[in-house]
């Protein structure tokens, strides 16, 4: 079956706090949406309360933290709440924000996560979308020493290295597998900062609403204790002893690589900017904001370019589950008429078949001397063959029961078939079996596009 599209359950719920960077008091709500609406920022302290989309091509700025804009509405500091949102299985997620920021809260996305949980999570009607990466997407930065890919899989994993040549750091490395662990392994782990940054980030107008409170603040030289309190007196915060290289606040560190899990929770957050959910496995080396939404953009146009020209992938070098002698046992069918080579992969409530088309057929004899096409009937009956071998494979005693079409729907041709092709039928049930009474959706592939579709209804009866 497939996955379906979420959203939270309650109303609203609310969360307030200060911006990071600008320092204002900020109020944030979340609130369901319909399907297909995915994550938009509303600005509802300005006119109209314009929305946002949380895509990749609206991202503005990458300096200190993820920013995006749309039609002269800005938002800042989104990566911690979209972390939250994806990784708990939310496809569509209303959020309003009263500035042009979100509030840092305690710097990790726990209290996004926490909200959103006890809110609700509920299921959809629409499908989730998602996106199987099939060649690998990189994006590498040389001079920084960056690499970031993603590799083919069948799930999403992450996997981050870094390296900041520090000695209180070292290096990192975080992974997660399952999204399962993602409230007490990553949401956690706070933002970081180093005590050298500080100083210059204070003198550039950021990092006001910033405190021991928020980030894990790590020195990375020896300071007098001077220095250190004019730091602190630009800030305008508590002076702290110089205490040398290490951690400002220890006893705010929950793991020892937490600064890596930190990048891998950014990560989660700038590619959900892609707009779909990815199945593939991402290796990055020293990320960043730069990095993940460039890589985040190299998906999304290829999204973009997919969702209007779709491709459909099977893997045609799998074992069959059904070979010919198997398909032989469920149907009637003989030579000439038998249309279905072998079965790849069989559900409860889908399957998907394949033929090898050859000039050698005999319809080729006439459909047409000097230039073979498939007859656009025997398409039909391809897929017809197919989606019986699904309903016999749902009854007892399938020896016993006999498919037969009674109407036949919406044919559409979307391109010709000819010798040396390779087509793969995709049948499913669109209504579950009542009264012997089959629906059924099905589609022809040759190199993962569509080249006919239709939709059929089916008897099943016993045999005499």
């Avoid at 995915?38 to 503005?60: H, M, S, T, W």
């Avoid at 980030?215 to 002076?239: C, F, W």
């Avoid at 029961?401 to 979307?414: E, L, P, Q, R």
Wanted: charged share 25%.
């Amino acid at each position: 079956m497939s996955e379906k599209q979420k959203t939270i359950k309650q109303a609203s719920v609310t969360l307030k706090g200060r911006g990071l960077h600008t320092g204002v008091e900020v109020e944030l709500t979340f609130k369901p949406a319909p399907e297909n609406y995915g994550y938009r920022f509303k600005r509802v302290d300005l006119e109209n309360q314009p929305e946002i989309k949380a895509l990749a091509e609206n991202v503005c700025d990458t300096s200190r933290s993820t920013a995006i804009e749309e039609k002269g509405a800005r938002v800042g500091t989104i990566e911690h709440v979209l972390a939250a949102a994806y990784a708990l299985g939310i496809d569509n997620l209303c959020i309003e924000v009263s500035a042009a920021e979100t509030p840092i809260m305690d710097g990790s996305a726990a209290m996004f996560a926490k909200a959103l949980v006890e809110a609700g999570i509920v299921e959809q009607e629409a499908d989730k979308v998602f996106y199987e990466i099939r060649n690998t997407v990189n994006f590498t930065n040389e001079e920084k020493g960056i690499e970031l890919s993603v590799y083919p899989d069948n799930k999403l994993t992450y996997n981050v290295m870094v390296d900041y040549n520090n000695p209180v750091l070292g290096n990192q490395y975080a992974s997660i597998n399952s999204f399962d662990n993602f409230a007490t392994e990553i949401a956690p782990c706070k933002t970081f900062v180093f005590l050298s940054d500080v100083l210059f980030l204070a003198q550039n107008n950021l990092i006001k609403g910033g405190d021991l409170a928020n980030a894990l603040v790590i020195v990375d030289k020896e300071y007098s204790q001077a220095e250190m309190d004019k730091i602190a007196d630009l800030m305008g915060k508590p002076h702290v002893e110089a205490k040398g290289a290490g951690y400002l606040n220890a006893q705010d560190l929950i793991f020892s690589n937490e600064a890596a899990r930190h990048k891998l929770l950014d990560l989660i957050g700038d590619l959900a900017l892609t707009g779909v959910w990815i199945k593939g496995k991402v290796l990055a080396t020293r990320p960043g904001h730069a990095s993940n939404v460039e890589l985040a953009k190299i998906i999304r146009n290829e999204v973009k370019a997919f969702q209007k020209d779709p491709v459909e992938y099977f893997d045609l070098s799998k074992p069959p589950v059904l070979d010919i002698n198997q398909i032989k046992g469920l149907l009637p069918h003989r030579y000439p008429f038998l249309l279905v080579d072998k079965i790849i992969e069989i559900g409860k409530d889908y399957i998907i078949g394949v033929k090898n088309i050859s000039f050698n057929e005999p319809q080729f004899m006439g459909h047409f001397p000097t230039e073979p096409v498939m007859p656009g009937v025997l398409l039909i009956e391809a897929m017809a063959q197919t989606g019986g071998i699904l309903v016999l494979n749902n009854v007892d005693e399938p020896e016993r029961y006999s498919t037969y079409f009674a109407k036949i729907d919406g044919v559409k041709f979307k391109n010709k078939v000819v010798p040396g092709d390779t087509l793969v039928f995709k049948l499913i049930f669109t209504a579950p079996i009542r009264r012997g009474m089959v629906m059924m959706k099905g589609q022809t592939f040759v190199n993962g596009k569509v080249v006919c579709e239709g939709e059929f209804v089916a008897l099943v009866t016993k045999n005499k």
